[in-house]
């Protein structure tokens, strides 16, 4: 049973300090909310998985996370559309309205805004997922505790993030087992009712789960008042230092275009699909 999201590797990403990746985590996330632009996160997004897909490779794509995210987009995206009070001109297909009941017509503002966040959500999810695949729960959990962050704190975030692929296997046996014994998943509302007694068995499984790991920490003495020792002590090179110069630089020159030029919005302007992502009447 796999009991963590790092995947082994050699790239730059896995010889980096994670204090570097964490500096860019939080940069890449602070970069696209500055300005309410979508080539912002674009570019974040296009770099994000394009250093992951060199570290990682097709793995990426294994993630249960990874394949849960395209859902998550088409729920933003479509929902701000309809419902988005920024929505003034409506999507016209020939001479009819996009228009759903209770919820009106599709606007382009509305859904501007909803591509918008939807990359800005996408662009998080990448930056968080860079320094949890490529980074040892062991070094995640120094690097926190290097920064300031109690030991006992930076123990539990990482204990958590173990969790994830323990449940994800466990509710794959589970629901195997329950195939097994003719569960019905036939329609849409079936697999809704399925997930029901999928709750209860993994509830039950992460609860002995936390007892038993709380009586081992307790038997190893957790959070005795010692000095600890480090099996790998982590330390900053030259290219850790490079590329946290870049990360400021770059927050530093969105926040100068910020003040100078504003959020450099289009959003009043879109009138087609591809005026969501580039400002198509300012190329004409």
């Not at 097709?58 to 998550?72: H, S």
């Not at 999507?91 to 591509?115: A, D, H, Q, R």
């Not at 860079?130 to 962050?149: C, H, M, N, Q, Y």
């Not at 010692?226 to 926040?255: C, G, P, W």
Request: contains cysteine; hydrophobic residues 55%.
């Amino acid at each position: 049973m796999k009991t963590t999201l790092y995947i082994p590797g050699n790239s730059i990403l896995h010889r980096l300090d994670p204090r570097t990746k964490m500096v860019w985590m939080v940069c890449a996330m602070v970069s696209v909310f500055i300005l309410n632009n979508p080539l912002v996160p674009l570019v974040v997004i296009a770099v994000l998985v394009t250093f992951l897909l060199v570290a990682v490779k097709g793995k990426l794509f294994e993630n249960a996370l990874v394949r849960f995210l395209p859902i998550v987009i088409l729920t933003v995206t479509i929902t701000h559309g309809f419902v988005n009070p920024v929505g003034i001109t409506p999507i016209m297909i020939g001479t009819s309205p996009i228009e759903l009941p209770y919820f009106g017509m599709m606007k382009w503002e509305g859904l501007y805004y909803g591509v918008l966040l939807a990359l800005r959500i996408s662009a998080v999810f990448f930056a968080s997922i860079t320094l949890v695949l490529t980074t040892t729960p062991e070094d995640l959990v120094s690097a926190i505790a290097k920064i300031g962050i109690p030991y006992s704190y930076a123990s539990m975030f990482g204990m958590s993030l173990q969790m994830i692929p323990i449940m994800q296997e466990e509710a794959r046996i589970i629901v195997q087992a329950q195939r097994a014994r003719a569960l019905r998943e036939n329609n849409l509302k079936e697999k809704i009712q399925a997930l029901v007694p999928l709750f209860v068995p993994l509830a039950v499984g992460s609860m002995q789960r936390t007892e038993t790991t709380a009586m081992v920490l307790e038997a190893r003495a957790f959070g005795a008042p010692v000095k600890r020792t480090e099996l790998r002590v982590i330390k900053f090179n030259t290219i850790d230092y490079v590329l946290i110069t870049a990360f400021v630089l770059f927050i530093i020159f969105l926040i100068v275009l910020r003040v100078v030029y504003g959020d450099l919005s289009w959003m009043y302007s879109v009138r087609s699909f591809w005026g969501l992502f580039w400002p198509v009447h300012l190329s004409r």
